[in-house]
């Protein structure tokens, strides 16, 4: 199963930009990247996800590697709310089983 | 409202005593899964099912069963809790990877904390 590493913890000034790493070297052709966030208390949720090119949302923008090894989830103005832990995961689209593993993700602190 | 729904949200358990953790989407979603949470050990899978009838073990399954009779539900059982079971549980569904189009977006409930004295 393709795991995915990331930095422990990190931290960003408000208001400015925040760019989270992961690692993926053994992603395989058919996995999708997917970044997830977790609130205090509260569980997961979606942020963003693509396969080969960049992505943008409402939430964030998704940078991937030419070579897909690594990818970075940019948030482009850090607030307070965006304080949590940060997952990224690949999810395989053409497999018959679906281990999704996720590690124990950079946790985002946010100074005022 | 799409959602995920576990119920109880909290429970405080002795050793031994059977208890079941249930979760239902309202989205038709094929994949169903159970995690758990742990300082320091992010979210670690239980159990995953594919769709009705169809279930398989994560990386931490000892201890636990599941079933998966219709899609809406997927419970989680303890058939003899022990403290080491004590945890935050999570259950997400989502539907199927079929291509771009489709995110594959995992809906997580709000969770469930366990306590096993």
């Known amino acids: 199963d393709a795991k995915t590493t990331q930095p422990n913890s990190m931290e960003s000034n408000e208001e400015e930009p925040v760019h989270l790493p992961c690692n993926h070297s053994?992603?395989?052709?058919?996995?999708?990247i997917h970044w997830y966030r977790q609130l205090p208390s509260q569980g997961p949720e979606y942020v963003i996800h693509?396969?080969?090119s960049n992505v943008n949302n409402r939430m964030a923008s998704l940078a991937i590697a030419e070579d897909r090894k690594s990818s970075t989830l940019i948030l482009h103005r850090a607030t307070l709310r965006d304080a949590a832990v940060y997952y990224c995961?690949?999810?395989?689209?053409?497999?018959?089983?679906?281990?999704?593993?996720f590690g124990p993700g950079t946790s985002l602190s946010v100074i005022p | 409202e799409a959602q995920v729904t576990q119920n109880p949200r909290y429970l405080i358990t002795v050793t031994g005593k059977k208890l079941t953790v249930t979760c239902s989407q309202n989205?038709?979603?094929?994949?169903m899964s159970w995690y758990r949470q742990d300082p320091g050990l992010g979210l670690r899978q239980i159990y995953y099912?594919?769709?009705?009838?169809?279930?398989d073990k994560g990386d931490v399954p000892e201890g636990y069963k599941v079933s998966r009779k219709e899609k809406r539900n997927f419970p989680l059982i303890l058939e003899s809790p022990s403290p080491n079971q004590t945890s935050l549980y999570f259950c997400a569904s989502s539907s199927r990877l079929a291509g771009a189009e489709n995110t594959g977006e995992l809906f997580f409930g709000e969770g469930s904390r366990l306590t096993v004295l």
């Open positions: 053994t992603i395989s052709g058919t996995d999708y």
């Open positions: 693509g396969l080969t």
């Open positions: 995961i690949l999810r395989d689209v053409e497999t018959s089983y679906d281990k999704v593993i």
């Open positions: 989205m038709n979603h094929e994949y």
């Open positions: 099912s594919m769709n009705v009838e169809v279930t």
